[in-house]
């Protein structure tokens, strides 16, 4: 019944402390694919993003 009433923001809290327990737990190989990955997304979030025009 919790998770039909969860905020937006309380989700956000819990993505966010999963996410942490894994980079916790993870070795260092992992954490360096994990950060080749975020980078990847980034790059890709970047070039996605409309450009804006100078006058």
Known sequence: MQDF???EEAWAR???GYA???IAKATDIE???MAAALEEILKRR???????QKN
């Open 5 to 7: 009433f969860i905020t």
């Open 14 to 16: 819990l993505q966010r």
């Open 20 to 22: 942490l327990e894994c």
């Open 31 to 33: 954490i360096v694919q």
């Open 46 to 52: 970047r070039s996605k993003k409309p450009k804006t």
